[in-house]
């Protein structure tokens, strides 16, 4: 025995530690066995600390900052399933790359198995979802520890960046007392100005001149390819399209791309290829794809597996459902995209391949904008493609799974300044209200507006109790009274359609919202939108009529078709 407190000195080392690795958001839930790393974390002073009730609202708020900033934010819970309620969020954190800390606090193994209360078994909870989990023991006294327990937060947050980058699971066991009992501190063995135990150098992978050289020969082999940009794609707008410049290919950019700008830029695939006769005519030779796929089925069915893909992703992840893969490049998008631009000339090309596309997404484009702006009362497409367009620069949108990240993907029009986040590593509707509140937070007082569907609104109502009411940020609700995504399926002509899939709520998300202490308001209409984003409710709901929305988009996509043919 040392009479040093040394759990505070442990807590107190590893959030100092953090703080000089670039951590600047927690999130922490109230408990009792967390206590040690909730104090540590609230009396550091230097970092933001949110207090949030449920652990699965509190993890999803911490993916949320992640997925704005790229830096890992940290999560803390208490022991038993408070630590299961973070599940969700790791896995989403674990398939979209986000970088995210998890602290569960533990009993000591001396309890653990022997029926003490609020303990399950929580040695790798996470299973493989995570990139590092480490228990080290209840912390002790000794020589060196000091160096440990910075060597530990270290690692934690190299770990958490990657590559690839993802969640991290410290389940940290404390003894009581679990307040600090007032005895002195462990020695201090920080590094001087300020500095992390450990500094971690990221290199950027880059393709070698012989791949370089093959590939530029590969594009030139085949005018008819495309570029395609799904999620974390990672590349530069500019960068993308000097490059399909230079091989005169059209880019086909999911809204989720942060690529849907520039001149080569096509936005109404999804009605292009309803058309049979276009897709027959422009079937591609080759796509060097960036990120993951897009998220229309439509498209990635065009494509099948006959139609060889360059995938571009540094961190070497096997983005590739379709198994159309013939060339994985694991390298820095930017860079090989730069090199890959100047083994073709730099130069741009004239190409009737790509004035072909073009000329077709500009009719297809008025085509859509003509039925989106003749519809008499809301549908999804025309929300998404309203609000897209009336945010500021430097604001964010936040799209939810499910109909509303695909109507935004229908109908957004290019535009730069946005940028467009959604959590599609698992697709799911769980936590989204609680993510849109990490953005913001993380975000800083830009606007931050969200784009939800009715029954992922009701999913993760606990998200409205945390709401910053100083944010700038505003979500828009889809009231469709139901899973609006269904309507689209198979599953719609199914006798047991509304019981099973539609499962329409009854419940008012405006009542909702006010009863959370959030004000809301149900918009009938076009909406004016840079008036409710500037000075509006934080939650704006926007009823549409289902079975109505699926016809006018069908309209739409008929337009499309008969726009192009002309």
Same mark, same amino acid.
């Given at each position: 025995?040392?009479?040093?407190? +040394?759990?505070?000195?442990?807590?107190?080392?590893?959030?100092?530690?953090?703080?000089?690795?670039?951590?600047?958001?927690?999130?922490?839930?109230?408990?009792?066995?967390?206590?040690?790393?909730? /104090?540590?974390? $609230?009396?550091?002073?230097?970092?933001?600390?949110?207090?949030?009730?449920?652990?699965?609202?509190?993890?999803?708020?911490?993916?949320?900052?992640?997925?704005?900033?790229?830096?890992?934010?940290?999560?803390?819970?208490?022991?038993?399933?408070?630590? $299961?309620?973070? &599940?969700?969020?790791?896995?989403? *954190?674990?398939?979209?790359?986000?970088?995210?800390l998890v602290c569960t606090a533990d009993?000591?193994?001396?309890?653990?198995?022997?029926? *003490?209360?609020?303990?399950?078994?929580?040695?790798? /909870?996470?299973?493989?979802?995570?990139?590092?989990?480490?228990?080290?023991?209840?912390?002790?006294?000794? #020589?060196?520890?000091?160096?440990?327990?910075?060597?530990?937060?270290?690692?934690?947050?190299?770990?958490?960046?990657?590559?690839?980058?993802?969640?991290?699971?410290? !389940?940290?066991? =404390?003894?009581?007392?679990?307040? %600090?009992?007032?005895?002195?501190?462990?020695?201090?063995?920080?590094?001087?100005?300020?500095?992390?135990?450990? @500094?971690?150098? #990221?290199?950027?992978?880059?393709?070698? %001149?012989?791949?370089?050289?093959?590939?530029?020969?590969?594009? @030139?082999?085949?005018?008819?390819?495309?570029?395609?940009?799904?999620?974390?794609?990672?590349?530069?707008?500019?960068?993308? &399209?000097?490059?399909?410049?230079?091989?005169?290919?059209?880019?086909?950019?999911?809204?989720?791309?942060?690529?849907?700008?520039?001149?080569?830029?096509?936005?109404?695939?999804?009605?292009?290829?309803?058309?049979?006769?276009?897709?027959?005519? &422009?079937?591609?030779?080759?796509?060097?794809?960036?990120?993951?796929?897009?998220?229309?089925?439509?498209?990635?069915?065009?494509?099948?597996?006959? +139609?060889?893909?360059?995938?571009?992703?540094?961190?070497?992840?096997?983005?590739? %459902?379709?198994?159309?893969?013939? &060339?994985?490049?694991?390298?820095?998008?930017?860079? =090989?995209?730069?090199?890959?631009?100047?083994?073709?000339?730099?130069?741009?090309?004239?190409?009737?391949?790509?004035?072909?596309?073009?000329?077709?997404?500009?009719? $297809?484009?008025?085509?859509?904008?003509?039925?989106?702006?003749?519809?008499?009362?809301?549908?999804?497409?025309?929300? *998404?493609?309203?609000?897209?367009?009336?945010?500021?620069?430097?604001?964010?949108?936040?799209?939810?799974?499910?109909?509303?990240?695909?109507?935004?993907?229908?109908?957004?029009?290019?535009?730069?300044?946005?940028?467009?986040?959604?959590?599609?590593?698992? !697709?799911?509707?769980?936590?989204?209200?609680?993510?849109?509140?990490?953005?913001?937070?993380?975000?800083?007082?830009?606007?931050?507006?969200?784009?939800?569907?009715?029954?992922? =609104?009701?999913?993760?109502?606990?998200?409205?109790?945390?709401?910053?009411?100083?944010?700038?940020?505003?979500?828009?609700?889809?009231? !469709?009274?139901?899973?609006?995504?269904?309507?689209?399926? %198979?599953?719609?002509?199914?006798p047991e359609f509304e019981a099973l899939? *539609?499962?329409?709520?009854?419940?008012?998300?405006?009542?909702?919202?006010?009863?959370?202490?959030?004000?809301?308001?149900?918009?009938?209409? @076009?909406?004016?939108?840079?008036?409710?984003?500037?000075?509006?409710?934080?939650?704006?709901? +926007?009823?549409?009529?289902?079975?109505?929305?699926?016809?006018?988009?069908?309209?739409?996509?008929?337009?499309?078709?008969?726009?192009?043919?002309?």
């Amino acid at each position: 025995m040392t009479g040093h407190d +040394v759990t505070t000195s442990f807590a107190r080392t590893l959030v100092d530690e953090w703080v000089r690795s670039g951590i600047t958001h927690a999130v922490v839930s109230p408990g009792s066995r967390n206590t040690p790393l909730v /104090l540590a974390l $609230a009396r550091d002073g230097r970092l933001r600390v949110d207090v949030v009730l449920d652990e699965r609202s509190a993890a999803f708020r911490a993916l949320g900052v992640g997925l704005a900033t790229g830096r890992p934010a940290i999560v803390c819970c208490t022991s038993g399933t408070a630590a $299961a309620n973070m &599940h969700p969020a790791v896995i989403e *954190a674990h398939h979209a790359r986000v970088p995210l800390l998890v602290c569960t606090a533990d009993r000591p193994p001396e309890l653990r198995d022997w029926g *003490a209360g609020q303990t399950i078994e929580q040695t790798y /909870l996470f299973g493989r979802a995570v990139r590092w989990y480490h228990d080290p023991g209840p912390p002790v006294d000794g #020589r060196g520890v000091g160096a440990q327990w910075r060597a530990l937060a270290g690692r934690a947050v190299a770990e958490a960046f990657g590559p690839p980058p993802g969640p991290v699971h410290l !389940n940290l066991p =404390f003894r009581e007392p679990l307040v %600090p009992s007032g005895a002195s501190l462990v020695d201090d063995c920080a590094r001087a100005d300020g500095r992390p135990w450990t @500094r971690t150098t #990221r290199v950027r992978a880059e393709a070698g %001149p012989k791949d370089i050289a093959e590939l530029a020969e590969l594009v @030139r082999a085949h005018p008819r390819g495309l570029v395609v940009a799904g999620w974390g794609a990672g590349a530069d707008p500019s960068t993308v &399209h000097r490059f399909a410049a230079a091989a005169g290919w059209p880019v086909l950019a999911d809204a989720i791309s942060q690529l849907r700008t520039g001149a080569q830029t096509v936005s109404t695939y999804e009605a292009l290829l309803r058309s049979e006769q276009f897709a027959r005519a &422009h079937r591609p030779e080759l796509v060097l794809r960036l990120g993951a796929p897009l998220t229309s089925k439509v498209a990635n069915s065009w494509f099948g597996v006959d +139609v060889p893909h360059v995938v571009v992703d540094p961190h070497r992840s096997w983005l590739d %459902p379709q198994r159309s893969t013939a &060339h994985h490049v694991a390298a820095d998008a930017n860079g =090989f995209l730069a090199s890959l631009t100047g083994a073709l000339g730099a130069q741009p090309v004239h190409s009737p391949w790509l004035v072909s596309w073009s000329a077709a997404e500009r009719r $297809a484009r008025a085509a859509i904008d003509r039925v989106l702006d003749d519809c008499d009362a809301a549908i999804e497409g025309q929300v *998404a493609r309203d609000l897209a367009a009336a945010i500021p620069d430097g604001g964010t949108l936040v799209v939810a799974s499910s109909l509303p990240v695909r109507a935004l993907e229908w109908c957004m029009a290019p535009r730069t300044g946005l940028r467009v986040l959604a959590n599609r590593g698992a !697709n799911g509707i769980d936590g989204f209200v609680s993510t849109v509140a990490g953005v913001a937070a993380a975000n800083e007082g830009a606007p931050t507006v969200a784009l939800s569907g009715d029954l992922c =609104f009701l999913h993760d109502i606990n998200g409205l109790l945390h709401m910053d009411r100083n944010a700038a940020t505003t979500l828009v609700v889809i009231d !469709n009274d139901g899973g609006g995504i269904f309507s689209y399926l %198979p599953q719609h002509d199914l006798p047991e359609f509304e019981a099973l899939f *539609a499962t329409p709520s009854g419940i008012d998300p405006v009542a909702v919202a006010r009863a959370h202490g959030v004000t809301a308001e149900r918009i009938e209409g @076009r909406a004016k939108w840079h008036e409710l984003i500037a000075d509006g409710p934080d939650v704006v709901v +926007v009823p549409v009529d289902r079975e109505a929305s699926v016809a006018h988009h069908r309209r739409m996509w008929d337009a499309a078709a008969t726009a192009i043919m002309h």
